[in-house]
């Protein structure tokens, strides 16, 4: 698959995965009243789920069968490709709250280009190689 293609189609399921965080933030901000950390933490573990699926079968599909590449080291690296993107995406948030004063909406829309570049180098190098 031709790398345009793949970037083409993780930026159309790293929409979904937006509007899915989007949403859940939203529900839990503002409907539950639950703080701007909790919402952002269940909001992206949520959309990882979700994220993944795709991933493994539309954006990254392996073109051989690779021992190497099991389901298991691709759960396992997925989940390390999310968590430094996550990481990065969490740390930034508070910056842009705690320290510069952001909104906090406007801080989480922020954090999943900063989310969405660090998940697409990890797993198109690492997790789905």
């Known amino acids: 698959m031709k790398e345009s293609v793949r970037i083409i189609r993780f930026a159309i399921v790293g ?3 937006a509007l899915i965080t989007a949403l859940v933030v939203w529900l839990l901000m ?6 701007y950390i909790i919402a952002n933490i269940i909001a992206y573990i ?5 994220n993944f699926i795709w991933c493994k079968y539309w954006i ?6 690779d021992k190497r590449n099991s ?14 993107a ?10 842009l709250v705690e320290l510069l004063h ?4 406007l801080a989480q829309f922020l954090g999943l280009f900063i989310y969405g570049a660090v ?10 190689r």
């Open 71 to 84: 389901f298991w080291h691709q759960v396992l690296f997925f989940a390390g490709a999310f968590l430094l």
């Open 15 to 17: 929409t979904l995965n």
């Open 46 to 50: 949520i959309a990882q789920v979700h």
């Open 30 to 35: 503002h409907i539950e009243g639950e703080s």
């Open 119 to 128: 998940n697409f180098m990890t797993n198109r190098h690492i997790t789905f």
């Open 86 to 95: 996550y990481t990065t995406q969490f740390l930034f948030l508070l910056m």
């Open 60 to 65: 990254f599909p392996l073109e051989t069968d």
């Open 102 to 105: 952001c909104n906090e909406y």
